[in-house]
C-alpha cells in the first residue's frame, strides 16, 4: 500500500478541493477587476476567501492579500526592509534565508539566533539582540525540517511590551490550520503561508499585512489586491482556501491528536534502533518527525523505502549531483555522519493507521537491509 509521508514538501488535493476548483474554473470565468456582473461575481469569491482566512488567523478581511506562494511573500516582506536591521533564526525556510543572505550583501544588517538543540530560540537572546532601531523581527512558527515549534505569543510580547518598533513577521507555512493563529494576541505584523500544504493547490498563497502596512509590490502593473501584488487574480484557486478552511479549521485539535498518536508510535519503533536517534523536539509539531540513523545514508534508506512505496525525504537536499547538508541539521548541532542518515517523515490529517503499519514495515526491510550489509 501507498504511504506518502512528504507532507511538508506538498500534500495531496482533497477531492472537495479539486471539485470546486473545477466547479470556479467552469461558473467564474470573469475577471474580478471588472466592473460588470461576471467581475462581481468573481470578486465575490475572492471575499469569502480573504473572510475564511482572515477568521482562521484573527485578522480582518482587508489584511488578506493573496500572491503566488509563501516564497514570494517571504520574498515581498523582507525586500522592505533592505538596509535597516533584521533579526531573524540560523533555520528559516530558503526562502526567508537566502533572501535575507542577499540583502545582507548589500549592507542590510541581519542578526542569526541560533536555536538549541531541540531547535527553538532562546527568548533571552531574543530579548539582548533588540535595540530601538531593530526594523523586522522574522522567526518561523514551525520549522520545516525538524518540527520545533516557537512561541509566537511570546515573541510578540516582547516585542510590544519592550516597546520596540520592530515589526514581527512570522513564516506559518508549517502551521496554518495545523496549529492556531491570532495574530492580534501574537502581536504579529506580516504572516505568510500557501495552500499546497493543507491540501490545496500549488501556486496560491496569502500574506497576513497588519492594517495601516504598505510592503511595496514585487510586481509593477495592475492595482489587484489593493496595489501590493499586480495580476489578474487567479478565482479558482483563491477561491478554493475558503473550501480547505471550512474543512480544516473545525478539525484542527482532532487532527493534531490522531496525528501525535501516528508520531509517537514512529518514534517508540524507532527507539528500539540504537542507532536511531530523534532530531530536535519529539514534542514539537506532531506532523513532523526527522530522525537520524548514524552512519546510514539517507537517499539508500529512501530508495529502500520506495521500494515499498513509502515516500518519505531526506534531511539533506539534493541539488543536482550535490548533497547538501540541512543548515537546520547542523545549527541544532549534528555530528556529519547523523547529518547524512537524516530522514524526514510528514504526516497529514489524511494519515491512517495502515499507513503508518505500512511504513513501519517498510523501514524493518530498509533497516534490516543495512544490517545485513554490516551497516550495523
Ligand atoms: N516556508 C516554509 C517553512 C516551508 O516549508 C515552505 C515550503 O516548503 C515555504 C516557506 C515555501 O512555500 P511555497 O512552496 O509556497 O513557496
Redesign the pocket.
Given at each position: 500500500m501507498e504511504c506518502y509521508l512528504d507532507n511538508?514538501?506538498t500534500t495531496k488535493v482533497y477531492p472537495e478541493v479539486a471539485d470546486e476548483i473545477y466547479r470556479l474554473l467552469n461558473e467564474e470565468y470573469g475577471n474580478p477587476s471588472s466592473l460588470h456582473k461576471r467581475g462581481r461575481m468573481a470578486d465575490e469569491v475572492i471575499l469569502k476567501s480573504r473572510s475564511a482566512i482572515a477568521q482562521v488567523i484573527g485578522a480582518s478581511r482587508e489584511e488578506i492579500f493573496f500572491n503566488s506562494?509563501?516564497?514570494?511573500g517571504?520574498n515581498q516582506i523582507l525586500k522592505n526592509f533592505r538596509g535597516k536591521k533584521i533579526i531573524t533564526t540560523e533555520i528559516e525556510?530558503p526562502?526567508?534565508r537566502n533572501t535575507l543572505r542577499k540583502l545582507e550583501a548589500e549592507g542590510t544588517e541581519v542578526i542569526y539566533l541560533k536555536p538549541d538543540g531541540s531547535g527553538r530560540i532562546n527568548l533571552d537572546e531574543l530579548e539582548s539582540a533588540l535595540t530601538k532601531d531593530t526594523a523586522l523581527v522574522s522567526i518561523?512558527h514551525v520549522?520545516?525540517e525538524i518540527g520545533s515549534v516557537n512561541d509566537l505569543e511570546k515573541i510578540g510580547k516582547i516585542i510590544k511590551e519592550g516597546g520596540y518598533r520592530a515589526r514581527f513577521h512570522a513564516?506559518c507555512?508549517?502551521s496554518f490550520l495545523k496549529f492556531p493563529i491570532d495574530v492580534r494576541k501574537f502581536n504579529l505584523d506580516f504572516i505568510?503561508a500557501?495552500a499546497?500544504?493543507v491540501h490545496g493547490p500549488?501556486g496560491i498563497?496569502f500574506i497576513y499585512i497588519r492594517k495601516g502596512l504598505k510592503p511595496e509590490s514585487l510586481i509593477s502593473g495592475g492595482g489587484q489586491e489593493m496595489g501590493l501584488r499586480a495580476g489578474t487574480h487567479n478565482v479558482p484557486y483563491i477561491g478554493s482556501f475558503k473550501k480547505i478552511c471550512e474543512i480544516l479549521e473545525p478539525k484542527m485539535e482532532e487532527n493534531m491528536e490522531r496525528v501525535r498518536a501516528y508520531k509517537n508510535e514512529m518514534i517508540s519503533y524507532f527507539k528500539t534502533k540504537k542507532y536511531a536517534r530523534i532530531n530536535g523536539d519529539e514534542n514539537g509539531s506532531p506532523y513532523i518527525l526527522n530522525v537520524s540513523f548514524t552512519g546510514l545514508r539517507a537517499e539508500i534508506l529512501l530508495r529502500l523505502l520506495e521500494e515499498k512505496e513509502v515516500y518519505v525525504s531526506t534531511g539533506s537536499a539534493c541539488s543536482e549531483k550535490n548533497m547538501k547538508d540541512s543548515h537546520v541539521l547542523s545549527a541544532i548541532g549534528l555530528k556529519d555522519n547523523e547529518l547524512k542518515g537524516s530522514i524526514r517523515m510528514c504526516f497529514s490529517d489524511t494519515t491512517t493507521e495502515e499507513e503508518i503499519k505500512a511504513a513501519k514495515e517498510a523501514f524493518e526491510y530498509a533497516l534490516g537491509f543495512a544490517e545485513r550489509i554490516g551497516k550495523h
Open positions: 511538508c514538501a506562494c509563501a516564497s514570494e517571504n525556510h526562502s526567508v518561523m520549522n520545516n513564516d507555512v508549517q505568510t500557501s499546497h500544504k500549488k498563497g
